[in-house]
């Protein structure tokens, strides 16, 4: 076989090796994990306006005093209404506060919304252009953080919240925050 005829086998073997990686890469459970480089940071700073009460704006340091969970949500969101039982049967708990962030929403279509669908947050800041959503690495809705009292993100999800993840995930942080406050 002469040279030339092994290069093209030498490069189709060089891909099948890489294409064999990605399929081995894709097999890991969290593989849709997007880990956020804001995680143990203080979120950043925002004066954003209450969606029912446009007049006042709401910024990051009112927020401070008391865990509250952020939950990134939006009427054109198709995964936000699968997850919005879930939330509103969280919030019934009354665990923790919820605090909904409204993104790349027109506040007359978020208030329909939470009209037909019901409202179990505690506070709705909206974000329309969704120029803050840039400075917390949000890529979408939905997306929940967990914020603790000082204002620090302890925890994020990208996606829509299950009562699983909830128990297995959200709720065992907002325990260790809440140790920690104790200790």
């Keep these: 076989m002469t040279r030339s005829r092994w290069i093209p086998l030498a490069i189709f073997g060089l891909l099948a090796v890489l294409l064999a990686a990605g399929v081995w890469q894709s097999r890991k459970p969290d593989r849709e994990a997007l880990p956020s480089p804001l995680i143990g940071k203080a979120t ?18 009112d927020l401070r005093g008391a865990p509250y969970v952020l939950n990134v949500w939006g009427s054109w969101c198709p995964a936000c209404r699968e997850e919005h039982p879930v939330i509103t049967r969280f919030a019934e708990t009354k665990r923790v506060r919820i605090v909904g962030y409204d993104l790349k929403d027109a506040r007359e279509d978020a208030l329909r919304w ?28 939905p997306e929940t953080f967990l914020i ?33 406050r104790g200790a």
């Excluded at 037909?116 to 974000?127: E, H, K, R, S, T």
């Design 148 to 180: 603790d009292a000082t204002g620090r993100i302890r925890w994020k999800h990208v996606g829509p919240l299950t009562d699983a993840i909830i128990a297995n995930e959200l709720l065992p942080k907002l325990h260790a925050l809440e140790t920690e």
């Design 44 to 61: 950043p700073e925002f004066a954003l306006p209450s969606l029912h009460q446009p007049e006042r704006a709401v910024r990051a340091a």
């Design 114 to 141: 939470l009209e037909q669908f019901g409202n179990p947050y505690w506070l709705v800041i909206a974000d329309e252009p969704g120029t803050t959503a840039i400075d917390f690495g949000i890529y979408g809705a």
